[in-house]
């Protein structure tokens, strides 16, 4: 008689069972929106300078499940004033199975932030 489980982190993979990669959950962890000099900002006729830095890091759950948190920060500044600032940090958390080890890091890393960055981007 066969034992199945309910696909939970402790189910183990079958031989030859395809990669999964499942979307489990998306969030707003935390967001902050600074827009110190308005509303004179919003005339400047100058170009501002803007930065923008995006961070990834993987944070496991269980064995399968994974919260991968995407880190975004953008600053518009002109002549050292401050236009705006704002912080996203946004995060989903996906189960892996049957992923061989040596590529796990390339898809925390690349695929789950590529699947969370279009909700991030509309925030």
Request: some cysteine.
């Amino acid at each position: 008689m066969e034992s199945s489980t309910n696909g939970g982190p402790a189910a183990e993979a079958a031989p030859g069972a395809p990669p999964q990669l499942r979307v489990l959950a998306q969030y707003v962890k935390d967001l902050s929106f600074e827009n110190p000099g308005a509303p004179k900002s919003l005339g400047q006729s100058s170009q501002p300078q803007i930065n923008i830095s995006v961070n990834v890091s993987a944070n496991p759950m269980s064995d399968t499940d994974v919260e991968v948190v995407l880190r975004i920060d953008g600053k518009a500044e002109i002549a050292g004033n401050v236009l705006f600032n704002v912080e996203l940090v946004y995060a989903g958390v996906f189960r892996i199975q049957n992923v061989p080890q040596e590529n796990v890091h390339p898809v925390l890393m690349i695929e789950c932030p590529r699947l969370l960055f279009p909700f991030a981007r509309e925030i």
